[in-house]
C-alpha cells in the first residue's frame, strides 16, 4: 500500500468515526471490523451515517453497496472506492 493510499484510509475513517460519535456511539466501541448491529446501529440508520459522510467528503456511495455494507471497515472501504471514482 503506499502511502498516500494509508493517508486516505486514515482520513476516511476519521470521517466515518467522527459521524458515528455524532450519532451517539462511544469511541472506544469503533473498532476495526466492528459490525453495525454490534453496535445497535439498524440497517436505516446506516443509511442516514453514510449520507452524512457523502455530504461531507463530497462523495457517493452506490445504493447497491449501501444496502449490504455490515460493518464500519466496509463503509470506509465504500468510501474510498467512491472517492477513487
Known sequence: MTEA???DIDVVYAEVQ???I???LLADRLKPGAR???LGV????????TER???R???S???DTLEALQTVDELVDAVLAARAR
Do not use: H, M, N, R
Open 5 to 7: 493510499v494509508i493517508g
Open 18 to 20: 467522527a459521524v458515528l
Open 22 to 24: 455524532g450519532e451517539g
Open 36 to 38: 453495525f448491529d454490534d
Open 42 to 49: 439498524d440497517s436505516i440508520s446506516v443509511v442516514t451515517i
Open 53 to 55: 459522510v457523502e455530504k
Open 57 to 59: 467528503l463530497g462523495i
Open 61 to 63: 456511495v452506490p445504493d
